[in-house]
């Protein structure tokens, strides 16, 4: 009956929050080609690798307490993690405001950059809440807003001067208003003190110490990679970011959100039923990234026409990187296996590989002088063989749990 309940519990929290990505994803895809067109496609590529590098050092300030929040024991009090979380979101963003001002960086940008890792980090911090509190319902809602918001606030800003902040200010809005729809979320229960801070910093010491430094080296493998393509043509750079708008960043929402179910999933089941568990959810994504990546190649062919002539590279850059997306939406979502499995030093071990991959791609095109597309071919080709590795590898590391001593 117990493990009736939990299944059904599971169905609806998976299905509330796949209809709030599927109409997110719904929304980008229909309003996407009208802000497209009004921004030039260098413009957007240099604003997206800064929202991007924004976003991800927002979720990195977390120092991973948000992994913590949702998988440590339910008597735990919550308050001590979220303080040590706060401290660590609000000094990476006074030291990148520090770093960016010494490099030069306008006022403007320096604001916008620093109010979104404020946001992104806010906003990883209360997903793990409602995740770890049983409350799908109230993360639905602040995704479908946040969608909606940044593609108003796009729309809206786009005539700014600088599209670059108008891009960073969208992003910005998005992030405010999800975290106003998650501020119930932030209501902590009686019973922490804040005083236990140090306590639970140091009982859960691994995942700043462990995870973040493979989470920066994955992301900074991102960074490295749009860089290397802003150095070849940053129009390119431009309709790379504009696909990732498309098809990457939609179901990597969809992708983020069911690994984050996932995690927390196999942190409350029984060891013997965690393979189990992994086929079916490695199965359902297999099946989805199928359906997406057969309708996706097929109307290829009209993203030039849709989009505009200073889009026409997005068809190709489409049909290049199918593969790589299709591997990343079955494979990290059940990655989080490897985290619940307690093998966080082989997620590090990963991650840093990725790094070290992409290094390797960007190496190769620099000595060798590979063409923009030939570049994208040997990335795409690697990447799809690292996310390999990794689903077999979170697939090891369940079986290995589900087995007696």
């Known amino acids: 009956m117990q493990h009736a309940e939990r299944s059904e519990g599971c ?5 509330l929050l796949s209809a709030a990505t599927g109409a997110a994803q719904v929304m980008t895809l229909l309003l996407a080609p009208a802000i497209l067109r009004r921004y030039e496609a260098q413009d957007f590529g240099v604003a997206s690798l800064m929202i991007g590098l924004a976003g991800s050092l927002g979720q990195l300030s977390c120092f991973k307490y948000d992994v913590a929040l949702m998988t440590c024991p339910q008597g735990r009090a919550e308050r001590p993690l979220l303080a040590a979380s706060g401290i660590a979101v609000g000094g990476s963003a006074l030291l990148l405001w520090v770093i960016l001002r010494s490099l030069g960086t306008s006022l403007l940008h320096s604001l916008l950059t620093m109010g979104t890792v404020i946001s992104a980090g806010a906003y990883t911090l209360g997903s793990a809440l409602c995740l770890r509190r049983l409350d799908p319902a109230l993360l639905s809602r602040a ?18 001067r600088d599209p670059v902040a108008g891009l960073l200010a969208a992003s910005l809005l998005s992030g405010v208003s999800a975290n106003l729809a998650l501020l119930p979320a932030f209501r902590l229960p009686k019973g922490g003190r804040w005083g236990e801070l140090r306590i639970a910093a140091a009982a859960y010491r691994e995942y700043p110490l462990i995870l973040l430094p493979g989470t920066a080296a994955f992301q900074t493998a991102g960074w490295l990679h749009q860089s290397a393509v802003l150095r070849f043509d940053p129009g390119l750079l431009g309709c790379f970011s504009a696909v990732e708008r498309l098809l990457a960043a939609p179901t990597a929402v969809l992708s983020s959100t069911v690994g984050q179910l996932f995690l927390r999933w196999t942190s409350r089941t029984p060891p013997h ?12 994504l297999f099946t989805a990234a199928l359906v997406f990546c057969l309708a996706f190649y097929a109307a290829s062919p009209m993203l030039p026409v849709i989009l505009g002539e200073e889009w026409r590279d997005t068809g190709e850059v489409l049909r290049t ?3 790589l997306f299709g591997a990343r939406f079955v494979a990290a979502p059940v990655a989080s296996g490897l985290i619940a499995a307690g093998e966080r030093r082989a997620m590090a071990c990963w991650q840093c590989s990725v790094l070290l991959v992409s290094s390797m791609a960007v190496a190769a095109a620099v000595l060798t002088q590979l063409s923009p597309w030939r570049y994208l071919r040997l990335y795409r080709t690697l990447m799809a063989a690292e996310y390999l590795a990794l689903w077999l590898l979170a697939r090891w590391a369940v079986g290995r749990e589900g087995k007696p001593d």
């Open 273 to 284: 039923r965690i393979r189990r568990l992994y086929d079916q959810t490695s199965l359902t």
């Open 321 to 323: 990187m199918l593969p």
């Open 11 to 15: 169905l609806r929290e998976a299905t």
């Open 143 to 160: 995704v479908i807003l946040k969608a909606t918001v940044q593609l108003a606030a796009q729309l809206f800003l786009s005539g700014w």
